[in-house]
Every structure is written in structure tokens, then in C-alpha cells.
Nanobody, 124 residues
Framework: QVQVVESGGGSVQAGGSLRLSCTAS????????MGWFRQAPGKEREFVAG????????SYGDSVKGRFTISRDNAKNTVYLQMNSPKHEDTAVYYC?????????????????WGQGTRVTVSS
């Protein structure tokens, strides 16, 4: 079993920056694919970013490409989501997820363990 906990959410102005963190514990973090998803009010959960076990492969949703960056520190069992130039439409609850996979997945079914979410509000 893997426990996933997000932190770093809050309010940010459009055009600013915010960094989310996520720790995963309970088994070898460095063996897990990690991902970020988000769910805005009234919308379905969508893929934001994913990263493979070594950090050498990343994937991003179209709406955040060029603005958000996912990274990981296996020594700290932590994955990060750096949000630069956020927009009002980035307002959502952000979820961190861990997958017992080799490849980075972009759909929810590719992830096995989920955090409770952290809320991000972008004010324009």
C-alpha cells in the first residue's frame, strides 16, 4: 500500500507561481510513476502531468504545456508540480497519484494510489 499526501495548495494571482508537493510512502518511491490530475468545479478530473520513475520522461496535458513542470526527488520521496503563469482556469483541486507502472499514463486507470487533493485558486 502507498500513502500519497499533497501540499502547497492555496491562492495565487494569475501570472504568479506556485509549487505543489506530493510525498508517497509505504513502498519504494523510486519504482513508482507519479502523476498530477485536477478537477475543477463541475468538470471531470483531467490529467495535468506525469513523470516516470527516474524523472527522465515527462508528459503534460495540453492546457498546461509550457507553463507547468513536473519533477521528482527520489531521495525525498517527493514529486513537485511547478505552476508558472497560472490562469484563472487552472483553479481546481489538484490530486497526486502513484502508479505501479513502467510507463507514464495519462488516464486515471493507470494510477493505483491517490491523495486527498489540495485546492488551488487562481485570482485574475
Amino acid at each position: 500500500q502507498v500513502q500519497v499526501v499533497e501540499s502547497g495548495g492555496g491562492s495565487v494571482q494569475a501570472g504568479g507561481s506556485l509549487r505543489l508537493s506530493c510525498t508517497a510512502s509505504g513502498r519504494g518511491f523510486s519504482t513508482l510513476v507519479m502523476g498530477w490530475f485536477r478537477q475543477a468545479p463541475g468538470k471531470e478530473r483531467e490529467f495535468v502531468a506525469g513523470i516516470n520513475w527516474s524523472g527522465s520522461i515527462t508528459s503534460y496535458g495540453d492546457s498546461v504545456k509550457g507553463r507547468f513542470t513536473i519533477s521528482r526527488d527520489n531521495a525525498k520521496n517527493t514529486v513537485y508540480l511547478q505552476m508558472n503563469s497560472p490562469k484563472h482556469e487552472d483553479t481546481a483541486v489538484y490530486y497526486c497519484a502513484a502508479g505501479d507502472r513502467l510507463r507514464v499514463g495519462t488516464t486515471e486507470d493507470k494510477y493505483d494510489y491517490w491523495g486527498q487533493g489540495t485546492r488551488v485558486t487562481v485570482s485574475s
